[in-house]
Structures are given as C-alpha cells and as structure tokens.
C-alpha cells in the first residue's frame, strides 16, 4: 500500500531568532551599500533569500554586524527586544539623516512556555524578499547622500536585560519633523518584524 510523508515547517524560538537575527544582519549590508556608506567595490555578491545580496568586506564591518546579529539573536530568544534602529549619520557633523526602524513584536506564549510554531520557510522567505526588494530600490524613494556618512545601531531591549560591555547607553539619535516610508514586513510565527524609514527632509518651503 503505497505511503507519503507529509511534513510541517515547525518554527522553534531559536529557529526564529537565528532567522530574524540574520535577516537584520543581510538587511544592514544592503542598506550600507545602497545607500552608498561604504564603497561600492568593499562589497562581494552572494545569493540569499533567492535574490543576489551584497555582504561587506570590510573586516571591521564583518565583524560589528556578526558580533551584533549574535547578540541580536540572544535578546530575540529571551523574548527581550524590542526595536532595532540603523542610524546613518553625517560623517562631519554627526547630523543625523536616516533612521532605520525595525519594530519587533513576540509571541510570549512561546518565550515563556517553550510551544512551537508553524510557518512556511518559503512563506518566511518570500515576505523577507518583499522586504530586501524595496531597500535595493531605496535610491527611487529616499534623498541622496551628498556627503560622507557613518553608521551606528540602537537595541531598545526591556529595561531589566544587562547591557553587554561592548555596548553603551545612547541618546535615540531622532530627526526632527522626518519624512517616513513604511516597509513591507514578516513574521515567523513568533517574532514580527516592523521596517520604517525616516528620513531628513530637506523640502521645506522657502517663502522668500
């Protein structure tokens, strides 16, 4: 008598904070190279989430994002972050003319009775396309970069998690009266991830 297995994506809370962790960390490459922070030949392409993705090759760069995906990761599997925030700022003033806004909402029932969840991998995967479709398009909806620019990353953790020495307290890094652009966002099941925009806005009225 003939057989099949039939089986279910089964999301685990670890599973979801490897793959929210690392989706921050493909995101943050391809806004540093899209929005021109770092040069366009410091960066190599690979193929992630069946599009071709750009990962730096700076190795101070390389190993900020991978210390800070793991510490991500760590945060995510307590149940304890909130928000994540890529700031970019003028190199020369520290004026700062984007904020990266991921919003993270998660599922308490799985932090703290340890339940799983199910989710498509390749449901997961499509909604993180949408996502990294629109960030290499940012060029059409957000102001150009005219200067020389840095980078900074903001973690809004609970207020009980201890901060990790590597880390300090920072001021939110806001713009005053900012445009704002919405981004597609996913969901694993347990942790939804919000992306915004907010930029500078420069356009103001000149009544003179």
Not at 146 to 156: Q, T
Request: aromatic content about 10%; proline content about 3%.
């Amino acid at each position: 008598m003939a057989s099949r297995t039939v089986s279910k994506d089964i999301i685990t809370l670890r599973g979801s904070a490897a793959i929210v962790s690392e989706y921050f960390g493909y995101a943050a490459n391809s806004i540093l190279y899209n929005r021109g922070v770092y040069p366009e030949e410091s960066f190599k392409k690979v193929k992630k989430y069946g599009l071709t993705m750009l990962l730096t090759e700076d190795t101070g760069v390389k190993t900020f994002v991978s210390n800070l995906t793991a510490q991500l990761a760590e945060w995510l599997e307590t149940g304890k972050l909130q928000r994540v925030v890529l700031v970019i700022m003028s190199k020369a003033s520290g004026e700062v003319l984007e904020r990266w806004n991921f919003s993270i909402e998660t599922d308490s029932e799985v932090v703290q009775k340890g339940v799983s969840r199910e989710k498509s991998d390749k449901e997961i995967m499509r909604e993180i396309q949408a996502i990294m479709r629109q960030i290499a398009s940012s060029i059409t909806y957000l102001p150009c970069l005219e200067e020389p620019c840095v980078f900074d990353v903001l973690a809004y953790t609970d207020t009980d998690v201890a901060v990790p020495f590597t880390w300090i307290e920072s001021d939110p890094k806001l713009i005053a009266n900012p445009q704002m652009v919405k981004l597609h966002s996913f969901d694993t099941k347990i942790h939804k991830v919000d992306t915004l925009v907010s930029y500078k806005n420069d356009d103001e009225w000149d009544d003179s």
